[in-house]
Each structure stands twice: as structure tokens, then as C-alpha cells.
């Protein structure tokens, strides 16, 4: 099984981009609004199931499978619009726990 990092993931994804010529349409709006769409084709799947129906989507391979191919979708484009904007994604969900934590602390 190969390793896998956010980093060499965010450079196969560029250079996926960059071998169909398709930066010039990875701007932060267009990637935004790409994400954006992708969350909901992801909230899609779940619109109608009941509570337990969504805890068992994983069970069976096709939705298995959807919900796979659409949390990828989401990752692929949210990781594109954090290279576009220089964000490190990591240490920007690190840094939003810690606050969190601040906010909301254990009673």
C-alpha cells in the first residue's frame, strides 16, 4: 500500500490540472463554487435516508461507493483551493481545534 500526504496529493492534483491545461479555470471562486457542489451532491445521497439508514450507507457496496467517490470529490477540491490560496490545511484544522477548544471547554 503506498503512503499517502496532503502535500502529494495537492501536487498530483496540480499536475493532473496542469496537464489539461485547466488552471486558468482554478481560480478561488470556481474552486469554491466546485466544492460547494460536490458537498451537495455528497448531502444528496443522505437527503431522504432516516438516521438509521445514513449509519448503514456504508454497508452496501453501491452507495458504499458513491459516498467514496463524492468525500473524494470534496477532499480533491477543497485541497485544490487550499494550494490556490497558499492555505495549509492541517495546520488551518489544527489551529481552528484549538480554538475550539478555548470556546467550547469541557464543563
Not at 490540472?17 to 445521497?45: D, F, G
Request: charged letters at 25%; hydrophobic letters at 50%.
Amino acid at each position: 500500500m503506498k503512503e499517502l500526504d496532503v502535500a502529494g496529493l495537492q501536487r498530483r492534483l496540480a499536475e493532473f490540472a496542469a496537464a489539461r491545461n485547466w488552471q486558468q479555470y482554478h481560480t478561488p471562486k470556481n474552486l469554491a463554487a466546485a466544492l460547494s457542489v460536490e458537498a451537495s451532491e455528497l448531502v444528496e445521497i443522505f437527503q431522504w435516508l432516516t438516521p438509521e439508514e445514513s449509519a448503514a450507507v456504508m454497508d452496501h457496496p453501491e452507495s458504499a461507493h458513491r459516498v467514496t467517490d463524492e468525500v473524494a470529490d470534496v477532499l480533491a477540491y477543497l485541497l485544490q483551493l487550499c494550494e490556490v490560496l497558499g492555505i495549509d490545511a492541517l495546520a488551518a484544522l489544527d489551529a481552528k481545534i484549538d480554538r475550539n477548544e478555548r470556546r467550547f471547554p469541557i464543563p
